[in-house]
């Protein structure tokens, strides 16, 4: 024990100098050293000549200015901790607290502002609606439209008369407390969802065309947006972007700007009768609630998105729907759109679920299922994407499950009659694509070609058809086709987009010679006029290294 007592001596002692010695060493810096600092001046500065002199002075200003910061901070420091403490209540508890009020306070007059506006419009702006005053904010239920404005709410006859001549652009909110449920007192937590029900309530759907064929369909598109929309698109262009679709959920558009990527869905949806739905993507997108709002716990609302409407619709309506990402990689696509990542490549398509809030309220949307909504089978993910440097780099998690399609130039105009849109049901869509597969299967040649191109780039560059490549590929070239593609054409892109690309991700400079040898072997294998989208792009790779 005594051995122990005197280890632990000589360790605590050494501690104890070492402090003593640091802040002995502290007081000299900047107190008791100054002595020694103004000699070292005294001697020096007779010697110096003037630029030498004015530095000197700086330099002693410099080293006295720092002591007397440090004094001062320390002293405001002690002041304002004293000025806190006076009162023997711990006040930054309660700023902090006067600040969340508030932004209560904000939002509540936001929320009471918005309850005056509608009434305003529902009523025509005939009657004055009384001032609320501070009662808005001290009642802990949400106000409804008849405490608000001191009136009863119609009900009939008279309230179907008010709602007709209300402008639903204007008052959303109070079509939805309307019409939305049997219950007219009913606040919706998702007044957007709502109005998706009261406008199918009595949707009378247009009559599809289920006898058109796929190369009908993608002509039929070229001449609408040619003769309706002034866009010209080549055909190469439209069977990649349809193939695409039946190869995927989600379609990446690529390109220089302003060769049509947004455009492009746009007007192949007004081709279909159902406008895209367009998000602009901000560089502030961090995470899923960016696209599909959140609740709000101090309102008791949801703040529904565009984006959310139209997942939302999707639902209700038989034609496709697009729902377009514009500029997509301006934030990392891999945080605010993974969840809808994951759902996709669930295999069930009943299992294509969102969970937006964990529990169902009375005047929650038909369509949606204990604060669940179903992602339908009838929606497409459109993203467009430019690659500079205000842009994020597409992951290969991203590619893998995505289709993408280069626009890198523009289509010649051409000159054609009014051509109408065409009214096709997702159903049917789906049924041409499966047809298809059945009518156009990938040749046993040209996939035993296929299989030796795997062998030649698991050997020499370590790269594989995953699973999922392969499953694109027997979606995406049947469809290819039945469009007025060939199979070598539609294999050639897929070679090229989805795995030859995986080179971007390489160190090239050290297999430089070997695409060299890759570029032999495809011309070997499938002949020197096939494949030339794959043998452009190892060009081009190749040319960066």
């Not at 806190?84 to 502002?113: F, H, P, S, W």
């Not at 062998?455 to 979606?475: C, E, P, V, W």
Request: net charge negative; charged share 25%; hydrophobic share 40%.
């Amino acid at each position: 024990m005594s051995e122990f007592l005197k280890f632990a001596y000589e360790v605590l002692s050494q501690v104890v100098y070492n402090l003593v010695t640091w802040v002995a060493a502290f007081i000299r810096l900047f107190i008791t050293g100054w002595v020694q600092y103004f000699l070292i001046f005294k001697t020096y500065f007779p010697t110096l000549n003037i630029l030498a002199k004015i530095l000197s002075v700086l330099l002693m200003l410099l080293l006295l200015a720092i002591p007397i910061v440090i004094i001062i901070l320390l002293i405001r420091r002690m002041i304002l901790h004293h000025q806190l403490k006076a009162d023997n209540t711990d006040n930054a508890t309660l700023y902090r607290e006067i600040g969340r009020l508030n932004k209560q306070v904000l939002d509540l007059m936001e929320e009471k502002n918005s309850i005056l506006a509608l009434k305003v419009n529902a009523m025509g702006g005939v009657e004055r609606i009384p001032y609320m005053g501070a009662s808005a904010l001290t009642e802990d239920t949400i106000p409804s439209l008849e405490n608000v404005t001191g009136n009863e709410i119609p009900s009939g006859r008279a309230m179907e008369a008010m709602v007709e001549n209300t402008d639903p652009n204007k008052a959303p909110l109070v079509r939805a407390v309307i019409e939305g449920k049997e219950d007219t007192n009913v606040a919706h937590r998702f007044p957007k969802l709502s109005l998706v029900d009261v406008k199918y309530k009595d949707f009378q759907p247009p009559q599809y065309d289920n006898e058109i064929s796929l190369q009908e369909f993608t002509e039929g598109y070229r001449m609408f947006a040619a003769s309706q929309m002034g866009l010209y698109y080549t055909p190469e262009i439209v069977r990649r972007f349809v193939a695409g679709m039946a190869a995927s959920k989600l379609l990446i558009l690529e390109g220089i700007s302003g060769t049509g990527k947004t455009s492009l869905p746009y007007s192949f949806s007004r081709y279909m009768d159902n406008p895209a739905t367009i998000i602009s993507v901000q560089p502030s997108f961090r995470d899923r609630s960016e696209l599909l709002g959140y609740f709000n716990e101090f309102s008791k609302k949801f703040n529904e998105t565009e984006f959310l409407r139209a997942l939302y619709e999707a639902n209700y309506n038989q034609t496709p729907t697009l729902i377009v990402l514009d500029e997509m990689n301006l934030a990392r696509i891999e945080y605010y759109f993974a969840e809808m990542l994951s759902v996709l490549e669930m295999p069930s398509k009943d299992e294509w679920i969102l969970d937006l809030v964990p529990t169902a309220w009375k005047g929650d949307p038909y369509k949606m299922d204990n604060g669940k909504i179903h992602v339908a089978d009838s929606t497409w993910f459109i993203g467009t994407a430019n690659n500079d440097d205000s842009t994020f780099t597409i992951t290969d998690k991203v590619y893998d499950r995505a289709m993408p399609i280069e626009l890198n130039e523009r289509a010649d105009e051409f000159e054609c009659e009014m051509y109408p849109s065409c009214d096709v049901t997702a159903e049917h869509l789906e049924y041409m694509f499966q047809k298809a597969k059945e009518d156009y299967p990938i040749s046993e040649e040209l996939m035993e070609k296929m299989q030796k191109l795997d062998s030649y780039l698991i050997t020499r560059f370590k790269l594989a058809f995953g699973n999922r490549i392969m499953k694109q590929l027997y979606d995406f070239i049947p469809v290819y086709v039945a469009c007025g593609g060939t199979e070598l054409g539609g294999m050639d892109y897929i070679i090229a987009r989805k795995v030859l690309k995986k080179f971007e991700s390489m160190n090239v400079s050290f297999v430089r010679d070997e695409i060299t040898g890759l570029i032999s072997y495809i011309d070997k294998t499938f002949g020197e006029d096939g494949m030339p989208d794959s043998k452009e792009y190892l060009r081009r790779i190749q040319n960066l290294y």
